[in-house]
């Protein structure tokens, strides 16, 4: 496992264990903020912000 994906795991069992009560819905939403903020993002000419697929894929594997 990547540095990357340890310190993305760390945050999900962190989020994890600040709240027991957590529903799966509301992990599942936290860990897609997390990988949200963990993969390479671009600013676009309209002011959006676009995240990188590739890095996102990329993030899963190292996660295996």
Known sequence: MTERAQNFMDSVW????????????????????LAAEQVTS?????DMIVLDKNDLLQLAEELK
Do not use: G, H, K, W
């Open 14 to 33: 962190s989020i994890r264990n600040s709240n027991p009560d957590m529903t799966e819905e509301q992990l599942l939403s936290s860990v897609l903020q």
């Open 42 to 46: 671009y600013n676009a000419q309209n």
